[in-house]
């Protein structure tokens, strides 16, 4: 495949020509939930658990309160767009399942490198076990899709010793990029700065995966060529390592895939949901 090719492969905006106005949709309906659940006194927002503005996290309540299960989101935006105000309403349908979420905020490329983020979402979750005690489902879209990989790759005692080796068991990745090998000559490279090394050594697809691992691998079935492959192989990779693993296509493109977490009887919703319950504190 000519490089241009590969490169339009990898660009979602490019084959979705609508995706601002689904932007601005998301925007509306998360400020509508945000609003439906401050009222109801279930949502804390702007949570800091770094040293910068954009290191916060929108905590999201279901009627039983703290002593719910615990999953987060990490919104996507190829490292380099967005923060939770866009995400809120991912929330909807697994609080209907009785489940808390927590909405992550990162620094950005260029200001920062994936390495940074990488860390900084270790640190969110430190943070949130911190607070809550217990064991966490990490889901995460595009970007946010890597990011959810790497956390539940993650050797937490090596990093953190007080923190359990099992702080993040599961994940459930959407629309990831798990190999970036690929992006080191694309255009976006720019913001994101990888050289061939980093590109590597930030590629939770060539990690040890630790055992006991749960991590569902997703695409919309509408996507390109390209993220698919990025989900099988993870999928296929993390099943020969023992890892306990999927890779399933859901109805959608690259942004309209995730609109069905505000669904609680979507099949995904209630995917992650049974994960999430699976987990022991």
Known sequence: MAAADLES??????????????FARWAREAELYRAETLKAGRAELGLSY?????????????????????????????WRAFDPSFSSQ??????QHGIAIAVIGYDLCPIVTIGDIIEQIRRASVFLWTRFG?????????????????????????LYPKAPADLVPA???????????????????????????????????????????????????LESAAFKSQSRTMADTWRQAKAET????????????????????????????????????
């Open 9 to 22: 492969e990898y660009s979602p905006r490019t084959s979705v020509p609508d995706c601002d106005e689904i």
């Open 50 to 78: 770094g040293d910068t503005p954009r290191q916060i996290i929108d905590l999201f309540l279901p009627k039983a309160g703290e002593g719910a299960p615990l999953a987060l989101f990490i919104h996507g935006g190829y």
């Open 90 to 95: 991912v929330a909807r349908g697994l609080n």
């Open 134 to 158: 217990k064991p966490m489902l990490v889901c995460g879209h595009s970007a946010g899709g890597h990011l959810a990989a790497a956390t539940v790759a993650t050797d937490w005692q090596a």
């Open 171 to 221: 994940g459930f990745a959407i629309s990831g990029v798990f190999d970036l090998r690929p992006l080191v000559n694309f255009s976006l490279n720019q913001d994101l700065r990888l050289s061939a090394e980093e590109a590597q050594r930030l590629s939770p697809l060539l990690w040890p995966v630790p055992s006991g691992r749960m991590l569902d691998v997703t695409v919309g079935d």
């Open 246 to 281: 999927r890779y399933v296509e859901y109805p959608g493109n690259h942004f309209t895939v995730i609109d069905a977490l505000t669904d609680p009887s979507n099949a995904m919703v209630t995917r992650i949901a049974e994960l999430t319950q699976r987990l022991k504190s």
